[in-house]
């Protein structure tokens, strides 16, 4: 559903808004958050649903989310507050997992099958009789039935119709699922198999019903700023554009100081000197032979998904720090008693900062939309926020957020440092388009590339917290990289000192 | 050529409630305008502020010629515009 603003994205949105303005206003938290669910969804009749009231008690289950608070099942009879006073604290206060299904939204979609439409003319060629190899299809009454415990699945006779009559019907949130992490529960919902997710977080932007949500960490910042406690925001590539045409790049960074954070960076920093590092790493283990091939990081769910599904191959992938941690612990040297939040496009950020390796870097993360609910909450006007310079990173850095940026910042880079070297690339966005690569490569056939793996469909600018349409993102992304006073990442100031 | 002005509100609150994709929904209206025959030159500009300021509970605004719609989506905007281009258009 990315590109289309729906009701699952206004509740979603909403939800953030309103958590973020109970955080800033404070009160009884507890009385205060069962009203919010009245206030999104007024009235005494149901818009979306079979009953006003189921609809207010996903909102309930979603507010818990937004709060950091676990989701609960129907069967658990408690208020949406129960707990919310523990969650009100200025640190971090997360319970894996980080994806959850509210079960009772779920619409129980079945999993995969095949259908026969009325487009079925029933004719005498009947090519999808004969294709089946298993005889799941046959003709009655002049159409086309498949019988489902006969079906393999194997989608022939799709392919054979040749009036397009027959479809595949498969759950939003599987299709868009590329490591086959949605399960089914006894009542045929979905449930997530959390051995297998990776947190990319894209069943949660594809499921209709708003079934799936993550936890946020917007409440515990807001809790931390108006502590008194020095903020420092680190803003992923992919954010230009994110807010609308008002809030350039410029006064994106104003605006963030507006929240009550003291100072923003690019991280695009950090990414110019993954950049590089990986440039280096690719020269002296790749081309050297010593090593088969080289698969970026910065992406965690691909890394994941690589190290889960192909263990063989994981040690290919690169240890260098992704542009996140690179970037806190560059702020965290320069200002030791800050807390730093990340400011990204996607759930799966979450999901690394609260890895031992990373957590005493990192101290918040949270997604566009749930920042743009901070901004909505403190009711900041783009147009009269002025301009505050953003000039930490190059080019290269920044075209991180869009697919391919990677893999063109570090060609540059090796471009640059080893001008005799020939490398080749690969990339894919996507998981499943990425566990094809990989595949690939575990058979010998990308040996000697550089490989870009992309969870998200278009990059970062696709991840399920952004905001714009990808397509004007990346035109938008473009734009803010060609701003930038270098283009490639050996010329980032950070990498000379 | 007649000329159609549609201006969207981008504050922060009508950018949360999805503003930029009616933008999108109207630049894509503008490709079909061969299919619905529509005349009228339709101008998308997105401005700062349209309406009130804080219209938190009304957003996101979208002013199609004079009139300003409130709550606005993709589907009421462009509603809107085939309407007051309805005198132009021939379906085929």
């Given at each position: 559903m990315r590109g289309i603003y729906t009701p699952v994205t206004a509740i979603r949105r909403q939800v953030f808004a309103r958590i973020a303005k109970l955080a800033y206003e404070g009160g009884d938290f507890a009385r205060l958050v069962e009203d919010i669910p009245f206030k999104i969804v007024p009235g005494e009749t149901a818009r979306y649903r079979d009953s006003v009231f189921k609809e207010r008690a996903i909102i309930g289950e979603r507010l818990r989310l937004a709060c950091g608070l676990d989701v609960r099942p129907a069967s658990v009879h408690a208020p949406?507050?129960?707990g919310i006073d523990m969650s009100a604290v200025s640190e971090k206060f997360y319970q894996p997992p980080l994806v959850n299904v509210i079960s009772f939204a779920c619409n129980a979609c079945e999993e995969k099958k095949y259908t026969v439409t009325d487009g079925c003319q029933g004719c005498l060629a009947s090519p999808c009789i004969n294709i089946c190899p298993v005889k799941a299809v046959r003709m009655e009454h002049g159409h086309s039935i498949i019988d489902e415990e006969k079906c393999i699945k194997c989608g022939r006779c799709v392919d054979a119709c040749p009036y397009n009559a027959i479809i595949k019907v498969e759950r939003p949130c599987s299709q868009a699922c590329g490591v086959d992490a949605i399960e089914s529960d006894s009542l045929g919902r979905a449930k997530i198999n959390y051995d297998k997710?990776?947190?990319?977080?894209q069943c949660l932007v594809h499921c209709p019903f708003g079934a799936i949500a993550d936890k946020s960490q917007i409440f515990q910042l807001i809790h931390a700023i108006k502590d008194g406690k020095e903020i420092i925001a680190e803003i992923a590539p992919a954010f230009v554009g994110q807010f609308g045409p008002t809030a350039t790049p410029d006064r994106v960074k104003d605006a963030i100081k507006q929240l009550g954070i003291a100072e923003v960076y690019e991280v695009a920093i950090g990414a110019d000197i993954g950049a590089v590092e990986e440039a280096h790493h690719y020269v002296h283990e790749v081309v050297s032979g010593k090593q088969p091939f080289l698969a970026t990081s910065c992406c965690p769910s691909w890394s994941v998904m690589a190290k889960n599904m192909f263990p063989t191959i994981a040690?290919?992938?690169?240890?260098a720090l992704t542009p996140m941690v690179a970037t806190a612990r560059i702020i965290k040297e320069k200002h030791p008693d800050a807390m730093v939040v990340f400011i990204g496009p996607c759930s799966s950020k979450k999901l690394e900062a609260s890895r031992t390796s990373v957590r005493s870097d990192v101290d918040f993360v949270i997604t566009f939309e749930e920042l743009m609910g901070m901004f909505v909450a403190k009711q900041i006007d783009f147009s009269q926020v002025p301009s505050d310079v953003l000039e930490d990173a190059t080019g290269a850095g920044r075209g991180y957020a869009v697919a391919g940026g990677v893999a063109n910042a570090i060609a540059g880079s090796i471009a640059e440092l080893y001008p005799d070297v020939e490398f080749k690339i690969d990339r894919a966005e996507g998981l499943s388009n990425c566990r094809k690569m990989l595949a690939l490569a575990k058979a010998g056939k990308r040996d000697g590339y550089l490989m870009e793996g992309m969870a998200c469909p278009g990059g970062c600018i696709g991840g399920s917290g952004t905001i714009m349409p990808i397509a004007r993102a990346a035109a938008l992304v473009k734009e803010f990289q060609q701003k930038a006073d270098a283009q490639n990442a050996v010329q980032s100031d950070y990498i000379s000192k | 050529m007649k000329v159609l002005h549609v201006d969207v509100c981008t504050c922060a609150e009508c950018v949360m409630n999805g503003c930029m994709d009616i933008v999108d929904a109207i630049e894509s209206l503008k490709k079909l305008k061969s299919d619905v025959k529509i005349k009228t030159q339709i101008i998308v500009s997105t401005k700062p502020c349209v309406g009130d300021a804080l219209h938190y509970d009304k957003s996101p605004i979208v002013s199609v010629g004079k009139k300003i719609i409130e709550h606005a989506n993709a589907q009421t905007v462009m509603s809107q515009i085939m309407e007051l281009t309805s005198k132009d258009v021939k379906r085929s």
């Open positions: 949406i507050s129960d997710c990776v947190s990319c977080g040690p290919y992938v690169s240890q | -």
